[in-house]
């Protein structure tokens, strides 16, 4: 695949002159790359062996890189110790939006014992696939994601307190082509680099907001996608950086436009057989019980771990009816008004969770579909009947979770999430998660000085 490296590739790219420095990452809890910029000749003699070492209280921090008290995992009692960061050199690419630069991304393992850091966000997708492989399955996957461009760089918005934001397009532009042109100056770079970067691109396209875009990237196995969604963020911000404008993966930026997703196309497979087909009726679809009782799994999971579709106080606001988001907990055949909407035929049959919001983080999102899929499975768990018509007016129908605060109360009380990702990282998300909530509880707002400012 263009853009992909092996060493020795790389090595020959060091030895001519074209990569001089290597990007070593992995994500926090939030999604975002942390890591540290190698000179490209000292990682090829000495670390892509030896790996790295990052301090482990950038899994205790909030979004200010603060560390918080109340972890087990790792606190000022401890001393802030390191964890040891290992390449995965199948994720070695050129990172060719920057000068001179590849990038790999890297799994956590504790620095005295070598296991797995089981709290670190890829490690938990790894768990469950390894709980895949085990019942006989590997998974694919497929993120489609949305986001918003504005004229003014990130510097500017952040000096401007992020009011007054100009959308590069100025109406709806929902697949239109007219107004898409206007924004090729970005997402046409955008396209090309992330082809050039390992990252195979279908197609972008406009959306139902103000300068809204969406870019989509062809399917691979669940780990190299979640993996290639965590890049194509990190570069795309790059790219609106390097160009003096900003985007934004927000859920839902503004009050009075759409909010962005992030829907996920998830199937099974049985080597290289797809394992969805089938012929067990199933109202609209039929498929095999594999797909039945994975459906199964989700309707029945989701509510519990909504935390890691939508993990931020801002992600329950994108959960308005008509607003092609899904506010009830439901499954249908192609049908947008459903949180689980079911597409394809034949080998691309599949499950598409249109929940997540742009805001998750790919690696945490991914294994919570896969653990209630695959708790569908174990335990035979059939679907509800399908459900056809506008799912937005069927009160009779059960609510996604409509706060964090509700989501997380789910989630820490859940012996499924427990059962299927450990105490520890049911614990330690629960911290992080209320964390978040405590700092947005007590922080004064925009809206509460406009509405009572004068008037109270």
Known sequence: MGGMLTIAELKDRVDAGTIDTVVVGFTDHYGRLLGKRFDAEFFVDDAQQAGAHACDYLLTV??????????????????????????????????SWLDRTALVLCNLADDGTHQPVAVAPRSILVAQLERAEAAGYNAKAASELEYFLYEQSYRD????????????????????????????????????????????????????????????????????????????????????DAKG???????????????????????????????????IDLGPVTGS????????????????????LAPTINSYKRFQEGSWAPTRIAWSHDNRTAG??????????????????????????????????????????????????????????????????????LFAGSDFVRDAFGADVQDHYTHFFRTELAAYDAAVTDWERQRYFEQI
């Not at 890189?65 to 994720?91: I, K, Q």
């Not at 875009?213 to 969604?229: C, P, S, T």
């Not at 927000?250 to 797809?274: R, Y």
């Not at 797909?291 to 029945?300: K, S, V, Y």
């Open 289 to 308: 019980n594999a797909f039945r009782w994975f459906l199964g799994g989700l309707m029945a999971h989701i509510p519990e771990v909504m935390p890691f």
């Open 340 to 409: 689980i909407r079911v597409v394809g035929r034949g080998n691309g049959f599949r499950i598409e969770c249109r929940i997540p919001g742009a805001d998750c983080n790919s690696y945490l999102a991914y294994a919570a579909l896969l653990a209630a899929g695959l708790d569908g499975l174990t335990n035979q768990i059939d679907p509800p009947p399908a459900f056809e018509g506008n799912i937005y007016e069927a009160q009779e129908l059960p609510q996604v979770p409509r706060t964090l605060r509700d989501a997380i109360d």
């Open 62 to 95: 909030d979004m200010e890189m603060e560390p918080v008290p109340g972890y087990r995992y790792a606190n000022w009692e401890l001393g802030y110790g390191d964890f040891h960061l290992e390449p995965d050199f199948s994720t070695l690419r050129v990172a």
């Open 245 to 279: 404008v900003s985007i934004t993966f927000m859920a839902k930026p503004h009050t009075t436009e759409a909010g962005s997703s992030c829907h996920i196309h998830v199937s099974l497979w049985e080597g290289d057989q797809a394992a969805f087909p089938g012929d």
């Open 157 to 240: 918005a952040a000096a401007g307190g992020y009011h007054d934001m100009s959308p590069v397009g100025w109406y709806i532009e929902d697949y239109h082509l007219l107004q898409g042109s206007r924004e090729e100056f970005y997402n046409a770079d955008v396209r090309r680099h992330l082809a050039a970067s390992g990252i195979p691109v279908e197609n972008s396209k406009g959306e139902w907001g103000r300068g809204q875009h969406e870019m989509n990237i062809r399917y691979a196995d669940i780990l190299a996608m979640a993996d290639r969604h965590t890049v194509m963020k990190q570069a795309m911000k790059e790219i609106a």
